[in-house]
């Protein structure tokens, strides 16, 4: 069975820094694109950051030079790091594979408030 687990967010500060988390299983993530996609209150989903089969990495403008996707696939788990976090960071980030048949699924999310 396919499992996406999001973890690490939280609340933080304007200019503060996360780490995010998406534990995987029934696949080996080392063998896909993953991706994470944010969705921010009253807004559709937005692409924030993904990493190939080949191991490039990608980013949109929004944020690129501040986040950061790695993966270790020993351990089957995808990451995000988050830099100098802005308000409108704020939203439920989740993780996928977008090129697989659970592409559409997201997992739970996991929560980043960035406010003072």
């Known amino acids: 069975e396919v499992q996406l687990v999001e973890s690490g967010g939280g609340l933080v500060q304007p200019g503060g820094s996360l780490r995010l988390s998406c534990a995987t299983s029934?696949?080996?993530?080392?063998?896909?694109?993953m991706s994470w996609v944010r969705q921010a209150p009253g807004k559709g989903p937005e692409w924030v950051s993904g990493v190939g089969s080949d191991g490039n990495t990608h980013y949109p403008d929004s944020v690129k030079g501040r986040f950061t996707i790695s993966r270790d696939n020993a351990k089957n788990t995808l990451y995000l790091e988050m830099n100098n976090l802005k308000p409108e960071d704020t939203a439920v980030y989740y993780c996928?594979?977008?090129?697989?048949?659970?592409?559409?699924?997201w997992g739970q999310g996991t929560q980043v408030t960035v406010s003072s």
């Open positions: 029934g696949f080996i993530i080392g063998d896909y694109a």
């Open positions: 996928s594979a977008p090129n697989t048949k659970w592409g559409t699924f």
